[in-house]
């Protein structure tokens, strides 16, 4: 039974990694990977994917949908939330101020955090929801493609 669950939670894992690399996120699997692309001039979003079904269901549609607006970021990261860990903490200490959040989006600008959307900002509420908020940071911080 053990090893069924194993094989049903890597699948899970697989799944929303594809979902949300398919969508043009680059995947940060190390802290060395992590302080390069956070650094880069411009405007990095920073998707902190999860395995959580309700939240995770609405962040990652969101993550792919709200990219299509006539402003975004330069740099589109995700880390991975419970399986790249040690990334995962690297990308979190960018996020001064706020508690680690699973999912969570952060919009960087210059390697500083400007916004952040955390998981109660996701958990319960419609994906639309999400990809208006996080549009319209977009417009504010990002430039026209």
Request: charged share 25%.
């Amino acid at each position: 039974m053990n090893m069924d669950f194993n094989l049903f939670m890597n699948d899970i894992v697989r799944q929303a990694r594809q979902e949300i690399s398919a969508a043009g996120y680059t995947e940060l699997k190390t802290p060395e990977e992590v302080e390069s692309a956070l650094n880069e001039k411009g405007t990095t979003l920073v998707m902190v994917n999860s395995v959580c079904g309700c939240a995770g269901g609405i962040a990652r549609p969101a993550a792919a949908h709200s990219i299509h607006f006539d402003k975004r970021p330069d740099h589109l990261v995700t880390v991975f939330a419970g399986q790249d860990k040690e990334a995962t903490e690297k990308a979190r200490s960018f996020f001064t101020g706020y508690p680690p959040s699973s999912p969570s989006f952060a919009l960087l600008k210059d390697g500083k955090l400007v916004k952040m959307v955390e998981r109660h900002e996701i958990e319960g509420h419609e994906p639309m929801s999400v990809v208006n908020k996080l549009q319209s940071y977009f417009d504010e911080y990002c430039e026209e493609l």
